[in-house]
């Protein structure tokens, strides 16, 4: 199984974590990286990974900021109003604003409106902006990511070479050791949580 688009690590990289020599295991590891990866992006509500989006559609709210559903924005063309396309530019229409924290569409004029002198926003309502193409994510991951993620392969990959899946006790010689499934580790939830999008 190879890795998905939006695998954090690669097989090397975890492989050189875990000082593993052979290659024996790189199928096991591929389908760990990958579930990890998706469990982190389900985790932060959005796709960490680099990703090309083509005529993404996002609902006008009325205001002048217009979030993107993942950040950082690299490169952002054809955006649409009401099927009008918009200028880009400080004095233009919006100009694009991104950052490793968040990345959002800032609106200086309202095309939509006939008066001058009216307050600038998006248009309200459902599906109303239209992006034609737009690169959204980490092109390079960060490395508390990256790390987090090798952290979170390395514990998978040891809990199925010991297949301790679905252990809920162990025999320890004369008596049990209770298992619990550790899910995420709590460090790895807590950098997590710093990829997470928190509006006020």
Same mark, same amino acid.
């Given at each position: 199984m190879p890795l998905n688009s939006n695998a954090l690590i690669t097989v090397a990289d975890l492989r050189s974590y875990m000082a593993l020599a052979s290659s024996d295991s790189d199928d096991l590891i591929e389908v760990i990286i990958n579930g990890v990866s998706t469990e982190f992006d389900r985790f932060?509500?959005?796709?960490?990974?680099? *990703?090309?989006?083509?005529?993404?559609?996002? %609902?006008? /709210?009325?205001?002048?900021?217009?979030?993107?559903? /993942?950040?950082p924005a690299?490169?952002? *063309?054809?955006?649409?109003e009401n099927d009008v396309l918009l200028t880009a530019g400080d004095d233009y229409d919006y100009i694009v604003v991104s950052s490793d924290d968040d990345a959002y569409l800032q609106k200086l004029s309202a095309s939509w409106v006939e008066v001058d002198d009216a307050v600038s926003g998006w248009y309200e309502g459902t599906r109303t902006v239209k992006v034609s193409s737009c690169l959204l994510g980490y092109a390079t991951i960060p490395a508390d990511l990256a790390l987090a993620c090798l952290k979170q392969s390395a514990l998978e990959f040891q809990r199925m070479k010991k297949k301790e899946w679905g252990e809920t006790s162990r025999s320890?010689?004369?008596?049990?050791?209770?298992?619990? %499934?550790?899910?995420?580790?709590? %460090?790895?939830?807590?950098v997590l949580k710093r990829y997470r999008r928190y509006k006020v």
């Open positions: 932060v509500g959005r796709t960490l990974k680099q *990703t090309a989006y083509t005529n993404l559609y996002l %609902d006008g /709210n009325g205001e002048t900021i217009l979030d993107f559903p /993942n950040w690299a490169t952002v *063309t054809g955006v649409y320890v010689g004369d008596g049990s050791v209770s298992l619990l %499934d550790p899910g995420l580790l709590p %460090d790895v939830v807590a």
